[in-house]
């Protein structure tokens, strides 16, 4: 079966200076990541600050290369595309649309710039699908003579979405699309996000500190730990029987303790590990609650079992039942 999208043994090194001699060290951002989704699904990534889930959005986006690993739209590898085509697969919608959006321009010219870059339809032809777009995110022909400053911060979203929806990409990566905007909005534009994917068949890349945001909207959801997916799951699954040990912690945070920003207390004491000294063995071991001896040493495999992955020398007991974390209600 060929999937929407595949993403192949994904790695992505930075190089930094750091200290006073201004001494050369790499960073392994993203560090051997690979998933495959089906049309419709959305996978949501999620983890602290400097896991590597916004590195992963931008090297799937191709606003970055990766040091290696391949990203497959279709079956068609990304590696060697041009932009054009790449764009008409896969668009990113980001987390504040004010700075996404160009202040000078008319909201139809916005929208009509992929358009155009594009150059395959008439000016008639592109100037129906603008607004045939607009209508479909709520945007009246009224406002689409209107500048970015004239609309709130929703309807900003909506013209961002609008605009990553233009071309009918296949694949749009969502980095934070509301964690800028206020809870009421956030819930409208969660809420034509999922209208749009069932309408349109769009496969979601759904990045997000805000656990309750994606127990929302996702179908999937791969948990992030120094650049690996430590466990991936069905969405369900995953928040009802959370089986990794940093799954466990992410998710008994959930809510506290910046509540309106999503922001996760991971309640695990130690600082978040530096990314460019990965500790041995498995990696989370030095914050893990359920850490022994051999977990220092052996690197655990990825063990896939009933549709989930879980990277944990403990993956071969079943995990114990918790009960639905509180906030939005799933889809
Ligand atoms: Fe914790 Fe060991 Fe599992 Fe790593 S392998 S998550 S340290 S129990």
Do not use: W
């Not at 980001?94 to 008319?106: A, E, G, T, W, Y």
């Not at 710039?113 to 594009?118: D, E, F, N, R, W």
């Not at 650049?227 to 912690?249: N, S």
Request: hydrophobic share 40%.
């Amino acid at each position: 079966m060929t999937h929407a999208i595949e993403v192949r043994n994904l790695y992505r090194e930075f190089q930094q200076r750091a200290g006073m001699a201004g001494e050369r060290r790499s960073v392994r951002a993203v560090d051997g990541v690979t998933f495959s989704l089906s049309a419709g699904d959305v996978l949501g990534v999620v983890g602290e600050s400097g896991c590597g889930k916004s590195t992963l959005a931008r090297l799937i986006m191709g606003l970055l290369p990766p040091s290696s690993g391949e990203v497959l739209v279709d079956g068609r590898s990304l590696a060697g595309m041009d932009r054009r085509e790449r764009a008409r697969l896969i668009q990113p919608v980001f987390q504040d649309p004010f700075s996404s959006l160009n202040p000078r321009q008319r909201i139809r010219d916005i929208v009509g710039l992929p358009l155009a870059a594009q150059g395959a339809l008439s000016s008639r032809l592109q100037a129906d699908r603008v607004m045939e777009m607009l209508a479909r995110v709520g945007i009246s022909s009224e406002m689409a003579e209107r500048r970015p400053a004239q609309l709130s911060g929703g309807q900003r979203q909506r013209v961002a979405i609008a605009r990553a929806l233009v071309l009918r990409p296949r694949i749009v990566v969502c980095d934070e699309p509301t964690s800028a905007l206020d809870v009421s909005v956030q819930a409208q534009i969660l809420n034509l996000l999922a209208e749009l994917r069932r309408e349109l068949g769009l496969t979601y890349l759904f990045i997000s500190h805000n656990l309750a945001v994606v127990e929302h909207i996702a179908t999937e959801v791969a948990v992030m730990y120094l650049g690996r997916i430590v466990e991936q799951a069905p969405v369900e699954d995953l928040f009802r029987t959370p089986a990794h040990p940093y799954t466990q912690a992410l998710l008994a945070s959930v809510l506290t303790p910046e509540p309106a920003l999503g922001i996760p207390d991971v309640g695990l004491g130690d600082a978040y590990p530096d990314p460019a000294n990965i500790p041995s063995g498995c990696r989370f071991h030095p914050r893990c609650p359920q850490a022994f001896d051999k977990c220092a040493q052996t690197m655990p495999d990825n063990i896939r079992q009933d549709g989930r992955l879980v990277e944990c020398l403990l993956a071969v007991s079943p995990p114990a039942k918790r009960e639905a974390t509180p906030g939005l209600a799933p889809a």
